[in-house]
């Protein structure tokens, strides 16, 4: 599923440097809408397409929020912590969220080309 156009709801890979984590896919209305709302936390990421904003009012916990343009190239790479509206990045297509501080060990910054491999993340 390299063409971000066929994105679905659902898991996958994703592939920083040498670093492989697990991605939730949010690509409905109603996927990106509730995002991490209710969660105490993420193994791994989340993945909103299409996507330039994101808030964490009503969140339990702060997040890395890294927006990608079209080709998964990081734009920016900021922490948010509960309560606060993010400002649009009008280059952003999608935006990937974690845990705060899981970006800076996976070395995700801005320049960073991103995979990510939509399907069943394999056990182990």
Partial sequence: MGNPRT???GTGLLTCRDV??????????GTRRRGLLGRDGIAGALLLSPCNSVHT?????????????????VVDVVTMVPGRLGM?????????????GAMRSWGVRPGTLLTITAGPVPAG
């Fill in 7 to 9: 994105w679905r709801n």
């Fill in 20 to 29: 492989s984590v697990p991605v939730e896919i949010a690509a409905s209305y």
């Fill in 57 to 73: 009012f009503r969140m339990r916990f702060a997040i890395d929020v890294a927006y990608l343009d079209r080709d998964l190239r």
């Fill in 88 to 100: 649009p990045r009008p280059r952003a297509r999608h935006v990937l969220e974690a845990e705060a």
